[in-house]
Each structure stands twice: as C-alpha cells, then as structure tokens.
C-alpha cells in the first residue's frame, strides 16, 4: 500500500514539472516571435507607436466599439475606373467625310463593281480586308432628326433622316413613296397592289388562313420598301424583308427608318443567311427573280427555308399573263414559256400548287419526304443534297440539289415536329431541342433561359430609361441571341428585334429562334453587317467581345455598331469585367456616354454591364462644308 501512494506521488510530481516546462516554453516562443514581430515593424520605438488599447473610454466620439460591424460591399463596378484624363478624351476616332454618311462596307457600290456580273454576283457580300477598314465615325446627314415614333412611322418618316427622291420618281405610279414637305410618306402602295398592303393581304387572307396562329414568320423577296412586312405585323406575323442595294435607292432604308425588320441582300449564288426550316410564308410580288433559270436553284433555296408545310406566294410576271401581257410589254408565248418552267420546278420540289386567283397564285411544301423520296424516280433532279448541313449559311454556295427534311414516318407526320401556334410558339420548347440535335441544350436548359431573360430585362430596365419607356425604340439588334431570350422577354414591348448568332457560336441556335416565332440572321461581328448606317435604336451585346477575342479588334467592331446604331440610342454591353474595361476607354473615343454597373452577380462577380449612348451630331451644313472642305462637326 505504502509503495502505491509513493508512486501515484512520483507520478503527479512529474507531471506538474512537465505542465510547469511546457508553459514556460511557450511562453519563451511567444515573447521571441514577438519580438520578431516588432523588429521587422521597424524597431521597438514603431512598434510601441502601434500598440492600442483593447478598450477605449465609451463617452470618446467616434468610439469603434459602438458601431455595428458593416458586411456590406462598399465598391462596385463603377470603382474600377477613374474619370477619363483629357489625354483619353481626346477624340482619336474622327468623323468620316460626309460622303460616308450611308456607308455600307460589304455592299459599297464601287468595290461591287470589281466581281462578275452573271448571276447577280457582283451584289452580294463583298466586304473591305482589314487595310481597307474605315477608322472613323460614320456622319448622320445634316439636320438629321430623332425617328418617328411607331406606329406612326409606318405612314411617313423625316425626310432628312433618308434624303433620297429617286423611288419617289421611278415609282410615282405605283403608290410607293411620296415626299410632304419635311416628311417622306408611305401609301402602303406596290407594284402589284396600287391600293396597299392592307387590301393585298386582305386577298391572301382569303385564300390562307393567316389569322390562326400557324403561320407567324415570312420572308419577303425584293421587298420594295417593305409595304408587305409593315402590313402583315397587324396579322402578328414578322416578316424578314430584303433587297439587294441597287438602282432603286434606299429602299431597305426606307423600310428600316419606318421601323420594319430588313436587311440589305440578294439570291445570287450563296445561301441567304437563314436556317432551314425557317419561315412559314415566302413572297415575292413582282420581285424580278428568274424562278426558273439556273436548273431552279432559286426556287430550290425558298424550299430550303420553308418550313414543312410552309407556303410560296407569286404575284406579278408571268402570273395572270392572258390578261397583263400587253402592259408587261412581253409576248405571250415568253410569259406563258416562264410560267411552264416555274410550274414544272414547283413539281420538282414536290410542292403542290393550291389556288391562283386573278395576280396570285400560292404553293405549298410538303410537311415531309415521304411521297417525294418515291417519286425521284420521275423527277430526276433536284437530286437530294448529300452531307450537307442545310442549316450552314455564311457564304455558302447554294447548289442545286433538294434540301432533305428529317425523316418521318407517316405521311401525317410532320418533318422536323411540330410546332405551336403562335403565341403559343415563342415559350413551347422547340422541335430542335425536344429532339436532342443541340448538343447540352435541353428543355430545362431552354425554360431557365427564359426566365433568366425576364428578370435580366427588368434590370436592365432600372439602368436603362429609355429602354424602359415604351415607344421610344422600336429597331433592336442582339448581337449573340443564343436561345432568343431577350427578345421574348421584350414581347409585349412595341419592338422587333434582329436576333444575330454569330457563325463562331458553339452551336449553331439560330433555327431554335425561328422555332420560337423570331426572326434574326448569322453574321461574323468581324465583319459589317448587310445593313444601312442608323438602323437601329438599342444595340445588346452579350459576350460578343469575349467570342471575338484575338479574331478581331474590338475597336473595329465597336466602330461597327456605331455605324449602324442611330444617334441618341443605347448600348448594353455584358462580358468579363477586364474586357469592358478596354472597351469602355474606346467607346468613350467614340463620344459614347458610358457607365459601368454590377450585373446580378453582385459586386464579387466577374461579369458586368457597360452601359452606353450614342451623342447626338451630324454632318455640317452644306454652306459650311464648302468653306472648311471634308472638316466635320460634333
């Protein structure tokens, strides 16, 4: 018993003396880090003037431990920049002469006139190579005016905004365009229908149900002023408009001035810049198109983007020639000859001539293959395209051989699925995503999108008034559409837009838009866009500059968007923070009034918005111009 307790007595003595030499240790450590600590401060005299007591007396002003903790952020994106110096304001980016000021790089007249002429080539794309590249600001006409607001627009637009009197001539006849003292005015008149678009349309509706929803998105071929387009949106149907920029001057600008959706183009030898399967109408009224020239490849390319089902309407030589011949100022036998051929290439294509009454006839395309595929054995061309992507169209030769639709089944089926009737279309899930042809783009991707898109408008909504104030835009492009989000969003809103996928986009989305009841169009953000100066009123970049990193300068293509946005207009830019930055110090070169915000992200997210407004100015006076030679205002 006696040597138990010793031992518990050894053991216990034992321990304090360890308890005793491990404090005693790490107090040594403390005190020779501290010391440390002072001496890289500066020395003892600097540490000593560090020290702070731990409590202060409560009745001090300004006592730190009588405020709360703030865990707030307290900077934004806006912090990341300083105001510009004068050296940065400094404009390096000068006006154009103002002989540029209806520039259009890729359909410039003289540079046109350097490519073959057969078969219309010569007007098509044909855009300047990088030493070519204008890097100046593109002038608005002088006495230039903030656009009329639409729906007034459709009937009459400022006449300094689009100083031209050559329609106003050549078609004086046909009810096109008449010019009212300051303003430009639209009777809604064309060479086919002298009594306007409404009473035209009026006579379709007669003959199609164009009132039910099934047909929502048309192309309009040779549009003229695009009286057609303006007219058919009353029906909610969007009409893409087009003509190439030829003698009848301004035409697309006429149309894009009166807040009607155009683009400047032609069929010549490449495919027009659409998916397949795009449009529920294709027209053409007196268009001048050979339909039946070149084995029918024009017609060919209308069936490319035709949807299943879709329709074709010809008004206009050779139809109705027993009556018009005499004043087409034709004979009979080469009216009667043209019409046999377009006849038998609408056979050809497996389309099917439903009615012709008095100046229209219409066809439609079939809603699958299934007969056609059999009967190849009777028309042996167009033979059907092999390894093609029928929806690849930037720069692509068009080919004279039969887009195939997707295979179907039954001859009920509908090629490709069936799609919603509007308005119904624009938030159903379109055919190209149910079926799993876009790769990582799934329904739920599609519906989260479009909310996504909803809440992302409503901010930019608060930062934007003028995109908040309804009727002040009406023409809006979005510059990488992916899903066309942000149009639907903007559905209610008295605007159109141009949805643009870019041709370097990971996937190829654009026929997913037209699937959705929108219009929109490829394009290379490289390259200018087939469209005239001032187009439009709202630009929205959505990383547009992050895909176009180390393809491109980012100084041309803001130059671009200056050209083809209209003065007083607004631009909202969403990209990496360190790629707005830069941007930001060129556009205001561009004497863009800009801004950056916080996207909703919040401040600790990379992405942000940068805001911008394009400043009113124009080109000088002629008087003055005469004096100070190409010198420019601003």
């Not at 400022?158 to 006849?173: D, I, M, Q, R, S």
């Not at 068009?398 to 009920?412: F, G, Q, R, V, Y």
């Not at 607004?570 to 930001?584: F, T, Y």
Request: hydrophobic share 35%.
């Amino acid at each position: 018993m006696g040597t138990f307790s010793h031992l518990i007595h050894y053991i216990t003595l034992k321990t304090k003396k360890l308890r005793f030499y491990y404090i005693a240790g790490t107090t040594i450590l403390c005190s020779i880090f501290y010391l440390i600590g002072i001496w890289r401060q500066g020395g003892i005299a600097a540490g000593a003037a560090s020290l702070r007591p731990c409590n202060t007396s409560a009745s001090a002003s300004g006592s730190a431990s009588n405020k709360p903790l703030d865990f707030t952020a307290h900077h934004s994106a806006g912090d990341l920049l300083r105001p510009p110096s004068s050296a940065v304001r400094a404009i390096h980016l000068p006006p154009c002469d103002p002989k540029f000021s209806e520039y259009t790089p890729c359909e410039d007249v003289d540079r046109s006139l350097k490519f073959d002429r057969g078969r219309l080539i010569y007007r098509e794309r044909h855009c300047p190579v990088r030493d070519e590249l204008l890097k100046c600001r593109i002038p608005p006409p002088y006495g230039y005016r903030k656009p009329v607001r639409w729906p007034e627009s459709r009937l009459s637009v400022w006449f300094a905004n689009v100083p031209h009197k050559h329609l106003t001539v050549e078609k004086a006849g046909q009810n096109w365009v008449r010019v009212e003292r300051d303003r430009i005015r639209f009777p809604g008149g064309g060479t086919m229908f002298p009594k306007g678009a409404d009473v035209y349309i009026d006579e379709i509706g007669k003959l199609i149900n164009l009132r039910d929803g099934s047909i929502r998105t048309a192309i309009d071929t040779g549009c003229g002023v695009a009286s057609w387009g303006a007219y058919l949106l009353s029906w909610n149907i969007l009409t893409m408009s087009f003509a190439p920029r030829d003698t009848h001057e301004a035409q697309v600008q006429f149309a894009l001035e009166r807040g009607v959706p155009a683009l400047i183009g032609v069929l010549a030898s490449i495919r027009l810049p659409y998916p397949s399967r795009a449009f529920d109408m294709a027209h053409c009224s007196r268009c001048l198109i050979p339909w039946g020239q070149h084995d029918g490849i024009y017609l060919i390319e209308v069936d490319r983007i035709l949807r299943p089902g879709g329709y074709w309407i010809l008004s206009g030589p050779p139809i109705n020639w027993e009556k018009r011949w005499k004043g087409w100022q034709r004979t009979r036998e080469d009216l009667k000859a043209e019409q046999d051929v377009i006849e038998s290439v609408a056979k050809s294509l497996c389309w099917k001539k439903l009615v012709q009454r008095d100046d229209l006839a219409i066809w439609r395309k079939p809603t699958n293959h299934i007969h056609c595929i059999i009967n190849r054995k009777v028309f042996k061309k167009p033979r059907f395209c092999q390894a093609q992507d029928p929806d690849e169209a930037w720069y692509t030769k068009m080919e004279t051989c039969l887009t195939p639709l997707p295979e179907a089944s039954d001859i009920k089926e509908i090629a490709g699925g069936e799609l919603a009737k509007w308005p119904e279309r624009l938030t159903a899930v379109p055919p190209r995503i149910t079926s799993g042809s876009l790769e990582g783009i799934t329904a739920e991707v599609f519906t989260k999108d479009t909310e996504l898109w909803k809440k992302r408008l409503s901010a930019y909504k608060t930062f934007d008034y003028q995109l908040a104030e309804k009727g002040r835009y009406r023409n809006l492009l979005d510059m990488n559409s992916h899903l066309g989000g942000f149009a639907a969003a903007l559905v209610d809103d008295p605007v159109w837009v141009m949805n643009s996928v870019p041709v370097e986009a990971e996937v190829n989305t654009l026929g997913v838009i037209y699937e959705r009841g929108l219009i929109g169009t490829y394009q290379n953000w490289c390259e200018a866009m087939s469209t005239y100066p001032r187009t439009y009123d709202f630009i929205h970049a959505d990383s547009v500059f992050s895909l176009y990193k180390n393809r491109c300068d980012a100084e041309d293509i803001l130059l671009e968007m200056d050209r083809i946005l209209r003065p007083q207009g607004s631009v909202i830019i969403r990209d990496d923070v360190d790629v707005l930055v830069n941007l930001k110090g060129i556009a205001n070169e561009l004497q863009w009034e800009t801004r950056m915000v916080d996207s909703e992200g919040g401040p600790y997210g990379r992405e942000k918005l940068l805001f911008a407004v394009k400043t009113y100015w124009t080109s000088p006076q002629a008087d003055e111009q005469n004096q100070q030679g190409s010198k420019t205002v601003s």
